[in-house]
């Protein structure tokens, strides 16, 4: 029944802006938390920016903070993750998770095993 759709990835100059969603369906939003992750050849995936409505809070990795910003609207049943700002290093596959039910605090955030319900990846390239 859960099901996670990620789109607007493809490819930019550096210094540009991309658009990211994260379409959600077959759950409550009551308590939930959704990430974006990225994962470049031959790296290990990892945590990108999460939003939680537990506290209604928001986190990000060093390497993105100030560029991106994570936003949700619950009508929509859909997350936004808003990039600027883009660096060739940016360049990875984009995944959005979903942590539903558990409450996900600043030190857990970007840990993969969080996170029970994936979608596809949506592709982001920066060129220099």
């Known amino acids: 029944e859960v099901q996670l759709q990620a789109s607007g990835g493809g490819s930019v100059q550096a210094g540009g802006s991309l658009r990211l969603s994260c379409e959600a369906s077959g759950f409550t939003w009551e308590d939930y938390a959704i990430a974006w992750f990225r994962q470049a050849p031959g790296k290990e995936r990892e945590g990108v920016a999460c939003?939680?409505?537990?506290?209604?809070?928001?986190y990000y990795a060093d390497s993105v903070n100030g560029r991106f910003t994570i936003s949700s609207d619950n009508a929509k049943n859909t997350v936004y993750l808003q990039m600027n700002n883009l660096k060739p290093e940016d360049t990875a596959v984009y995944y959005c998770?979903?942590?539903?039910?558990?409450?996900?605090?600043?030190?857990?955030?970007?840990?993969?095993?969080?996170?029970?319900?994936w979608g596809q990846g949506t592709l982001v390239t920066v060129s220099s």
């Open positions: 939003i939680s409505n537990d506290d209604t809070s928001t």
């Open positions: 998770a979903a942590n539903i039910g558990d409450t996900v605090w600043p030190s857990t955030w970007s840990t993969l095993d969080e996170y029970d319900y």
